[in-house]
Protein backbone atom coordinates (compact mmCIF):
# COMPACT_ATOMS: atom_id res chain seq x y z
CA UNK A 1 0.00 0.00 0.00
CA UNK A 2 3.26 2.23 0.05
CA UNK A 3 2.68 5.33 -1.71
CA UNK A 4 -1.45 5.03 -2.12
CA UNK A 5 -1.62 8.48 -0.05
CA UNK A 6 -0.25 9.98 -3.73
CA UNK A 7 -3.73 10.12 -4.92
CA UNK A 8 -4.65 12.62 -1.50
CA UNK A 9 -2.11 14.41 -1.28
CA UNK A 10 -2.58 17.83 -2.16
CA UNK A 11 -5.24 18.54 -5.26
CA UNK A 12 -3.86 15.24 -6.85
CA UNK A 13 -7.57 13.71 -6.64
CA UNK A 14 -9.52 16.92 -8.13
CA UNK A 15 -6.61 17.03 -10.64
CA UNK A 16 -7.80 13.29 -11.86
CA UNK A 17 -10.80 13.83 -11.97
CA UNK A 18 -10.22 17.16 -14.19
CA UNK A 19 -8.37 14.94 -16.57
CA UNK A 20 -11.84 13.08 -15.96
CA UNK A 21 -14.03 15.80 -16.97
CA UNK A 22 -11.93 16.35 -20.32
CA UNK A 23 -12.21 12.64 -20.98
CA UNK A 24 -16.02 12.93 -20.31
CA UNK A 25 -16.23 16.45 -22.34
CA UNK A 26 -15.22 15.33 -25.77
CA UNK A 27 -17.06 11.95 -25.21
CA UNK A 28 -20.34 13.94 -24.57
CA UNK A 29 -20.08 16.16 -27.37
CA UNK A 30 -19.63 13.68 -29.92
CA UNK A 31 -22.33 10.99 -28.70
CA UNK A 32 -24.46 13.93 -28.83
CA UNK A 33 -23.48 15.05 -32.57
CA UNK A 34 -23.64 11.08 -33.67
CA UNK A 35 -26.84 11.01 -31.94
CA UNK A 36 -28.16 13.01 -34.87
CA UNK A 37 -26.19 12.66 -37.44
CA UNK A 38 -26.65 9.12 -36.87
CA UNK A 39 -30.46 8.99 -36.93
CA UNK A 40 -30.58 11.20 -40.42
CA UNK A 41 -27.50 8.68 -41.42
CA UNK A 42 -29.75 6.00 -40.89
CA UNK A 43 -32.66 6.77 -42.62
CA UNK A 44 -30.46 7.69 -45.64
CA UNK A 45 -29.22 4.48 -45.75
CA UNK A 46 -32.84 2.32 -45.74
CA UNK A 47 -33.72 5.13 -48.77
CA UNK A 48 -34.06 2.91 -51.75
CA UNK A 49 -31.54 4.93 -53.92
CA UNK A 50 -28.58 2.72 -55.80
CA UNK A 51 -26.33 5.43 -55.49
CA UNK A 52 -26.98 7.08 -52.17
CA UNK A 53 -26.79 3.33 -50.79
CA UNK A 54 -23.25 2.49 -52.28
CA UNK A 55 -21.89 5.95 -51.38
CA UNK A 56 -23.52 4.86 -47.71
CA UNK A 57 -21.73 2.01 -47.77
CA UNK A 58 -18.25 3.03 -49.09
CA UNK A 59 -18.29 5.67 -46.15
CA UNK A 60 -19.45 3.09 -43.49
CA UNK A 61 -17.20 0.53 -44.08
CA UNK A 62 -14.04 2.64 -44.62
CA UNK A 63 -14.37 4.31 -41.10
CA UNK A 64 -15.07 1.72 -39.57
CA UNK A 65 -12.42 -0.68 -40.94
CA UNK A 66 -9.62 1.62 -39.85
CA UNK A 67 -8.56 1.98 -36.03
CA UNK A 68 -9.64 5.24 -34.66
CA UNK A 69 -6.22 6.08 -33.41
CA UNK A 70 -5.32 6.33 -37.30
CA UNK A 71 -8.26 8.50 -38.31
CA UNK A 72 -7.02 10.54 -35.13
CA UNK A 73 -3.58 10.49 -36.76
CA UNK A 74 -5.38 11.53 -39.86
CA UNK A 75 -7.69 14.38 -38.45
CA UNK A 76 -4.53 16.08 -36.12
CA UNK A 77 -1.34 15.15 -38.58
CA UNK A 78 -2.88 14.67 -42.04
CA UNK A 79 -5.50 18.05 -42.33
CA UNK A 80 -2.63 20.29 -41.14
CA UNK A 81 0.17 19.25 -43.80
CA UNK A 82 -2.25 18.17 -46.29
CA UNK A 83 -5.33 21.45 -46.62
CA UNK A 84 -3.35 23.47 -43.70
CA UNK A 85 -5.99 23.04 -41.23
CA UNK A 86 -5.20 23.53 -38.06
CA UNK A 87 -7.20 22.01 -34.96
CA UNK A 88 -6.47 21.48 -31.63
CA UNK A 89 -5.71 18.31 -30.56
CA UNK A 90 -9.63 18.36 -28.58
CA UNK A 91 -11.51 19.64 -31.54
CA UNK A 92 -9.74 17.04 -34.17
CA UNK A 93 -10.89 14.74 -31.75
CA UNK A 94 -14.66 15.14 -31.22
CA UNK A 95 -14.36 15.53 -35.46
CA UNK A 96 -13.28 12.20 -35.57
CA UNK A 97 -15.45 10.42 -33.10
CA UNK A 98 -18.60 12.32 -34.76
CA UNK A 99 -17.15 11.10 -38.04
CA UNK A 100 -16.75 7.57 -36.31
CA UNK A 101 -19.97 7.45 -34.57
CA UNK A 102 -22.19 8.92 -37.12
CA UNK A 103 -21.16 6.19 -39.04
CA UNK A 104 -21.83 3.44 -36.09
CA UNK A 105 -24.45 4.66 -35.23
CA UNK A 106 -26.33 5.53 -38.37
CA UNK A 107 -25.56 1.31 -39.08
CA UNK A 108 -27.39 1.03 -35.83
CA UNK A 109 -30.38 3.09 -36.61
CA UNK A 110 -30.99 1.09 -40.09
CA UNK A 111 -30.32 -2.04 -38.49
CA UNK A 112 -33.20 -1.01 -36.23
CA UNK A 113 -35.35 0.66 -38.96
CA UNK A 114 -35.33 -2.63 -41.17
CA UNK A 115 -36.05 -4.82 -38.24
CA UNK A 116 -40.07 -3.73 -38.18
CA UNK A 117 -41.56 -6.33 -39.82
CA UNK A 118 -43.48 -5.37 -42.72
CA UNK A 119 -46.90 -6.86 -41.40
CA UNK A 120 -46.54 -3.35 -38.56
CA UNK A 121 -46.77 -0.94 -41.06
CA UNK A 122 -49.37 -3.01 -43.64
CA UNK A 123 -51.46 -3.63 -40.20
CA UNK A 124 -51.24 -0.14 -39.29
CA UNK A 125 -52.53 1.32 -42.87
CA UNK A 126 -55.05 -1.41 -42.69
CA UNK A 127 -56.61 0.00 -39.38
CA UNK A 128 -56.60 3.34 -41.79
CA UNK A 129 -54.12 5.15 -40.04
CA UNK A 130 -52.03 7.98 -42.27
CA UNK A 131 -48.06 7.14 -43.13
CA UNK A 132 -47.46 10.04 -40.67
CA UNK A 133 -49.62 8.03 -37.65
CA UNK A 134 -47.77 5.12 -38.97
CA UNK A 135 -44.70 5.99 -38.03
CA UNK A 136 -45.24 8.53 -35.09
CA UNK A 137 -46.99 5.83 -33.02
CA UNK A 138 -46.24 2.27 -34.60
CA UNK A 139 -42.93 2.18 -36.22
CA UNK A 140 -40.79 5.10 -34.28
CA UNK A 141 -41.90 3.44 -31.15
CA UNK A 142 -40.65 0.16 -31.72
CA UNK A 143 -37.61 1.00 -32.87
CA UNK A 144 -36.45 3.73 -30.20
CA UNK A 145 -36.50 0.83 -27.90
CA UNK A 146 -34.59 -1.69 -30.04
CA UNK A 147 -32.18 1.26 -30.31
CA UNK A 148 -31.36 2.54 -27.26
CA UNK A 149 -30.01 -0.02 -25.50
CA UNK A 150 -27.45 -0.02 -28.47
CA UNK A 151 -27.02 3.32 -28.85
CA UNK A 152 -25.80 3.01 -24.89
CA UNK A 153 -23.56 0.58 -25.31
CA UNK A 154 -21.90 3.04 -28.03
CA UNK A 155 -21.64 6.07 -25.88
CA UNK A 156 -19.59 3.64 -23.75
CA UNK A 157 -17.71 2.42 -26.19
CA UNK A 158 -17.16 6.34 -27.22
CA UNK A 159 -15.66 6.69 -23.52
CA UNK A 160 -13.61 4.64 -23.91
CA UNK A 161 -12.05 5.28 -26.73
CA UNK A 162 -11.39 8.91 -26.00
CA UNK A 163 -8.81 7.47 -23.83
CA UNK A 164 -6.73 7.26 -26.99
CA UNK A 165 -6.29 11.38 -27.12
CA UNK A 166 -3.87 11.49 -24.68
CA UNK A 167 -1.90 10.04 -28.05
CA UNK A 168 -2.84 13.09 -29.61
CA UNK A 169 -1.33 15.42 -26.95
CA UNK A 170 -4.80 16.22 -25.06
CA UNK A 171 -4.61 16.49 -21.03
CA UNK A 172 -6.71 14.24 -20.14
CA UNK A 173 -7.44 11.38 -17.71
CA UNK A 174 -4.06 10.02 -18.32
CA UNK A 175 -1.74 12.86 -19.18
CA UNK A 176 -2.63 14.35 -15.50
CA UNK A 177 -1.63 10.88 -14.05
CA UNK A 178 1.48 11.20 -15.95
CA UNK A 179 2.42 14.32 -14.68
CA UNK A 180 1.64 13.59 -11.21
CA UNK A 181 3.99 10.51 -11.42
CA UNK A 182 6.89 12.34 -12.92
CA UNK A 183 6.46 15.34 -10.07
CA UNK A 184 6.52 12.56 -7.22
CA UNK A 185 9.09 10.70 -9.17
CA UNK A 186 11.82 10.91 -5.60
CA UNK A 187 8.98 11.33 -2.73
CA UNK A 188 6.36 8.45 -4.43
CA UNK A 189 8.40 6.17 -6.73
CA UNK A 190 5.51 3.53 -6.63
CA UNK A 191 3.35 6.08 -7.36
CA UNK A 192 2.18 4.69 -10.76
CA UNK A 193 0.31 1.64 -9.95
CA UNK A 194 -1.80 3.77 -7.62
CA UNK A 195 -2.60 6.05 -9.99
CA UNK A 196 -2.83 4.06 -12.99
CA UNK A 197 -5.21 2.04 -11.15
CA UNK A 198 -7.00 4.76 -9.99
CA UNK A 199 -7.83 5.79 -13.63
CA UNK A 200 -8.85 2.52 -14.55
CA UNK A 201 -10.94 2.35 -11.81
CA UNK A 202 -12.33 5.32 -12.57
CA UNK A 203 -13.15 4.63 -16.38
CA UNK A 204 -14.48 1.42 -15.02
CA UNK A 205 -17.39 3.59 -12.79
CA UNK A 206 -17.57 5.92 -15.94
CA UNK A 207 -18.72 3.09 -17.99
CA UNK A 208 -20.21 0.31 -15.83
CA UNK A 209 -23.27 1.99 -14.84
CA UNK A 210 -23.91 2.71 -18.41
CA UNK A 211 -23.50 -1.08 -19.42
CA UNK A 212 -25.40 -2.07 -16.60
CA UNK A 213 -28.71 0.27 -17.73
CA UNK A 214 -27.97 -0.79 -20.89
CA UNK A 215 -28.36 -4.48 -20.48
CA UNK A 216 -31.10 -3.64 -18.06
CA UNK A 217 -33.36 -2.10 -20.74
CA UNK A 218 -31.96 -4.32 -23.21
CA UNK A 219 -34.08 -7.40 -21.71
CA UNK A 220 -37.00 -5.72 -20.63
CA UNK A 221 -37.82 -4.39 -24.19
CA UNK A 222 -37.13 -7.25 -26.50
CA UNK B 1 4.06 13.24 -52.44
CA UNK B 2 7.76 11.59 -52.38
CA UNK B 3 6.89 8.76 -54.19
CA UNK B 4 10.93 7.51 -53.69
CA UNK B 5 10.71 8.39 -49.65
CA UNK B 6 7.70 5.99 -49.53
CA UNK B 7 9.28 3.31 -51.16
CA UNK B 8 12.36 3.54 -48.87
CA UNK B 9 10.18 3.58 -45.81
CA UNK B 10 8.32 -0.24 -46.93
CA UNK B 11 9.97 -2.18 -45.42
CA UNK B 12 9.88 -0.48 -41.74
CA UNK B 13 6.00 -1.02 -42.83
CA UNK B 14 5.90 -4.16 -43.49
CA UNK B 15 8.21 -5.28 -40.50
CA UNK B 16 5.61 -3.24 -38.16
CA UNK B 17 3.33 -4.89 -39.76
CA UNK B 18 4.33 -8.29 -39.17
CA UNK B 19 4.60 -7.34 -35.93
CA UNK B 20 1.65 -6.68 -35.47
CA UNK B 21 0.05 -9.44 -37.40
CA UNK B 22 2.08 -11.83 -35.05
CA UNK B 23 0.72 -10.41 -31.81
CA UNK B 24 -3.05 -10.08 -32.86
CA UNK B 25 -2.73 -13.53 -34.05
CA UNK B 26 -1.48 -14.86 -30.79
CA UNK B 27 -3.86 -12.64 -29.03
CA UNK B 28 -6.79 -13.85 -30.55
CA UNK B 29 -6.32 -17.43 -31.03
CA UNK B 30 -5.29 -16.76 -26.82
CA UNK B 31 -8.56 -14.61 -26.47
CA UNK B 32 -10.67 -17.21 -28.25
CA UNK B 33 -9.57 -20.33 -25.73
CA UNK B 34 -10.12 -17.46 -22.98
CA UNK B 35 -13.73 -16.54 -24.49
CA UNK B 36 -14.97 -19.83 -24.87
CA UNK B 37 -13.99 -21.30 -20.97
CA UNK B 38 -15.98 -18.37 -19.66
CA UNK B 39 -18.66 -18.69 -21.43
CA UNK B 40 -18.85 -22.67 -20.50
CA UNK B 41 -18.14 -21.53 -16.92
CA UNK B 42 -20.54 -19.30 -16.96
CA UNK B 43 -23.30 -21.29 -18.77
CA UNK B 44 -22.52 -24.53 -16.52
CA UNK B 45 -23.10 -21.60 -13.09
CA UNK B 46 -20.18 -22.89 -11.47
CA UNK B 47 -20.72 -21.15 -8.01
CA UNK B 48 -17.82 -19.25 -7.47
CA UNK B 49 -15.88 -19.37 -10.69
CA UNK B 50 -19.15 -17.74 -12.09
CA UNK B 51 -19.16 -15.02 -10.15
CA UNK B 52 -15.30 -14.41 -11.06
CA UNK B 53 -15.52 -14.61 -14.71
CA UNK B 54 -18.69 -12.02 -14.77
CA UNK B 55 -16.41 -9.62 -12.51
CA UNK B 56 -13.98 -9.91 -15.33
CA UNK B 57 -16.43 -9.41 -17.82
CA UNK B 58 -17.49 -6.22 -16.80
CA UNK B 59 -14.26 -4.85 -15.73
CA UNK B 60 -12.53 -6.15 -19.48
CA UNK B 61 -15.53 -4.69 -21.32
CA UNK B 62 -16.08 -1.58 -19.28
CA UNK B 63 -11.93 -0.03 -19.15
CA UNK B 64 -9.89 1.01 -22.40
CA UNK B 65 -6.99 -1.17 -23.85
CA UNK B 66 -4.56 2.05 -23.37
CA UNK B 67 -5.49 2.17 -19.64
CA UNK B 68 -4.92 -1.69 -19.45
CA UNK B 69 -1.51 -1.65 -21.20
CA UNK B 70 -0.51 1.45 -19.07
CA UNK B 71 -1.39 -0.49 -15.71
CA UNK B 72 0.12 -3.50 -17.10
CA UNK B 73 3.53 -1.83 -18.14
CA UNK B 74 3.88 1.26 -15.95
CA UNK B 75 2.15 0.11 -12.79
CA UNK B 76 2.62 -3.55 -12.41
CA UNK B 77 6.82 -3.10 -12.07
CA UNK B 78 6.05 -1.06 -9.28
CA UNK B 79 4.83 -4.20 -7.13
CA UNK B 80 7.59 -6.21 -8.45
CA UNK B 81 6.02 -7.66 -11.50
CA UNK B 82 8.35 -7.07 -14.76
CA UNK B 83 6.92 -7.76 -18.10
CA UNK B 84 8.13 -7.79 -21.95
CA UNK B 85 6.36 -5.39 -23.86
CA UNK B 86 5.33 -8.37 -26.19
CA UNK B 87 4.13 -10.02 -23.24
CA UNK B 88 2.34 -6.87 -22.02
CA UNK B 89 0.67 -6.27 -25.30
CA UNK B 90 -0.45 -9.85 -25.34
CA UNK B 91 -2.02 -10.14 -22.06
CA UNK B 92 -3.93 -6.88 -22.69
CA UNK B 93 -5.22 -7.93 -25.76
CA UNK B 94 -5.91 -11.51 -24.34
CA UNK B 95 -7.81 -9.27 -21.23
CA UNK B 96 -9.52 -7.33 -23.33
CA UNK B 97 -10.51 -9.66 -26.61
CA UNK B 98 -11.58 -12.42 -23.79
CA UNK B 99 -14.47 -10.74 -22.54
CA UNK B 100 -15.40 -9.95 -25.82
CA UNK B 101 -15.66 -13.25 -26.91
CA UNK B 102 -16.82 -14.73 -23.84
CA UNK B 103 -20.02 -12.85 -24.58
CA UNK B 104 -19.82 -13.43 -28.27
CA UNK B 105 -20.13 -17.45 -27.38
CA UNK B 106 -22.89 -16.79 -24.81
CA UNK B 107 -25.20 -15.64 -26.87
CA UNK B 108 -24.48 -18.98 -29.16
CA UNK B 109 -24.76 -21.04 -26.22
CA UNK B 110 -28.35 -19.28 -25.43
CA UNK B 111 -29.27 -19.62 -28.61
CA UNK B 112 -29.34 -23.66 -28.41
CA UNK B 113 -32.73 -24.93 -27.84
CA UNK B 114 -33.64 -26.97 -24.49
CA UNK B 115 -35.45 -29.28 -26.72
CA UNK B 116 -31.47 -30.42 -27.84
CA UNK B 117 -30.14 -30.87 -24.64
CA UNK B 118 -33.26 -33.26 -23.24
CA UNK B 119 -32.87 -35.15 -26.88
CA UNK B 120 -29.25 -36.20 -26.28
CA UNK B 121 -29.58 -37.18 -22.65
CA UNK B 122 -32.47 -39.22 -23.70
CA UNK B 123 -30.26 -40.95 -26.15
CA UNK B 124 -28.30 -41.80 -23.57
CA UNK B 125 -25.42 -39.27 -24.03
CA UNK B 126 -22.96 -38.27 -21.51
CA UNK B 127 -22.76 -34.38 -20.50
CA UNK B 128 -19.72 -34.45 -22.03
CA UNK B 129 -20.61 -35.76 -25.35
CA UNK B 130 -23.86 -33.45 -25.45
CA UNK B 131 -21.56 -30.60 -25.59
CA UNK B 132 -19.25 -31.96 -27.89
CA UNK B 133 -21.30 -33.13 -30.62
CA UNK B 134 -24.84 -31.34 -29.94
CA UNK B 135 -24.17 -27.81 -27.93
CA UNK B 136 -21.23 -27.10 -29.50
CA UNK B 137 -20.99 -26.91 -33.39
CA UNK B 138 -24.47 -25.22 -33.15
CA UNK B 139 -23.71 -22.60 -30.75
CA UNK B 140 -20.75 -21.84 -32.39
CA UNK B 141 -21.81 -21.45 -35.73
CA UNK B 142 -24.47 -19.11 -34.46
CA UNK B 143 -21.53 -17.11 -32.52
CA UNK B 144 -19.31 -16.94 -36.08
CA UNK B 145 -20.59 -13.40 -37.16
CA UNK B 146 -20.00 -12.17 -33.34
CA UNK B 147 -16.61 -14.11 -33.32
CA UNK B 148 -15.47 -12.50 -36.90
CA UNK B 149 -16.07 -8.74 -35.70
CA UNK B 150 -14.41 -9.63 -32.52
CA UNK B 151 -11.47 -10.38 -34.41
CA UNK B 152 -11.22 -7.00 -36.74
CA UNK B 153 -12.24 -4.77 -33.05
CA UNK B 154 -9.04 -6.52 -31.70
CA UNK B 155 -6.87 -6.35 -34.94
CA UNK B 156 -8.15 -2.81 -34.83
CA UNK B 157 -7.20 -2.35 -30.69
CA UNK B 158 -3.93 -3.55 -30.95
CA UNK B 159 -3.39 0.35 -32.70
CA UNK B 160 -2.69 1.26 -29.37
CA UNK B 161 0.69 -0.83 -28.87
CA UNK B 162 3.13 1.97 -29.09
CA UNK B 163 2.42 3.54 -25.98
CA UNK B 164 4.50 -0.20 -24.49
CA UNK B 165 7.69 0.91 -26.88
CA UNK B 166 6.34 -1.71 -29.70
CA UNK B 167 7.55 -0.95 -33.17
CA UNK B 168 4.40 -1.12 -34.47
CA UNK B 169 2.43 0.74 -37.61
CA UNK B 170 1.28 3.98 -35.36
CA UNK B 171 4.64 4.15 -34.17
CA UNK B 172 6.91 3.96 -37.78
CA UNK B 173 4.27 6.38 -38.92
CA UNK B 174 5.02 8.79 -35.67
CA UNK B 175 8.56 8.18 -36.18
CA UNK B 176 8.63 9.22 -39.89
CA UNK B 177 6.59 12.33 -39.02
CA UNK B 178 8.89 13.37 -36.13
CA UNK B 179 12.43 12.94 -37.82
CA UNK B 180 11.61 13.36 -41.51
CA UNK B 181 8.09 15.60 -41.52
CA UNK B 182 6.98 13.48 -44.22
CA UNK B 183 3.50 13.55 -42.77
CA UNK B 184 1.42 12.61 -45.97
CA UNK B 185 3.73 10.03 -46.85
CA UNK B 186 3.82 8.28 -43.57
CA UNK B 187 -0.19 8.65 -43.40
CA UNK B 188 -0.77 7.40 -46.87
CA UNK B 189 1.03 4.05 -46.06
CA UNK B 190 -0.35 4.28 -42.62
CA UNK B 191 -3.58 3.70 -43.82
CA UNK B 192 -2.45 1.98 -47.25
CA UNK B 193 -1.21 -0.84 -44.24
CA UNK B 194 -4.08 -0.59 -42.12
CA UNK B 195 -6.37 -1.33 -45.08
CA UNK B 196 -4.26 -4.34 -46.14
CA UNK B 197 -4.75 -5.99 -43.44
CA UNK B 198 -8.65 -4.86 -41.93
CA UNK B 199 -10.22 -5.30 -46.19
CA UNK B 200 -9.36 -8.81 -46.01
CA UNK B 201 -10.63 -9.92 -42.85
CA UNK B 202 -13.36 -7.56 -43.13
CA UNK B 203 -13.97 -9.42 -46.25
CA UNK B 204 -13.99 -12.97 -44.71
CA UNK B 205 -16.20 -11.84 -41.99
CA UNK B 206 -18.74 -11.31 -43.93
CA UNK B 207 -18.18 -14.38 -46.26
CA UNK B 208 -18.72 -16.36 -43.17
CA UNK B 209 -21.54 -14.58 -41.55
CA UNK B 210 -23.27 -15.24 -45.14
CA UNK B 211 -22.41 -19.09 -44.98
CA UNK B 212 -23.23 -20.00 -41.63
CA UNK B 213 -26.67 -18.59 -42.13
CA UNK B 214 -27.66 -22.50 -43.55
CA UNK B 215 -26.49 -24.03 -40.04
CA UNK B 216 -29.88 -22.79 -38.83
CA UNK B 217 -30.26 -26.22 -36.88
CA UNK B 218 -33.65 -26.69 -35.28
CA UNK B 219 -34.21 -22.84 -35.30
CA UNK B 220 -36.55 -21.22 -37.04
CA UNK B 221 -34.68 -18.28 -39.04
Excluded at chain 1, 62 to 82: E, N, S
Excluded at chain 2, 38 to 52: E, G, M, N, Q
Excluded at chain 2, 134 to 159: C, D, G, H, R, Y
Amino acid sequence: MQDLGILLEGRNLERLLYGLWVTLRISFASIAASIICGIIFGVIMTLRNRVLQAVCRIYLELVRVLPQLVLLFLAYFGLTRAFNINLSGETSAVLVFVVWGTAEMGDLVRSALISIPRHQYDSGYALGLSKADVYMSIILPQTVRRLIPLAINLATRMIKTTSLVVLIGVVEMLKVGQQIIEANRYTAPRAALWIYGAIFALYFLACFPMSLIAGRLERRWT
Amino acid sequence: MDIEFMINCLPMYVQAAWLTLRIASAGIALALGAGLICALVRSAKIPVASFIVSAYIELSRNTPLLVQLFLLYFGLPKAGVYLSSQMCAIIGLVFLGGSYMAEAFRSGLESVDKAQRESAESLGLTKFQTAIYVVLPQAISVSVPALAANVIFMIKETSVFSVVALADLMFVAKDLIGMYYKTNEALTLLVGFYLLILLPVSALAAWLERRVRYAGFGNPA
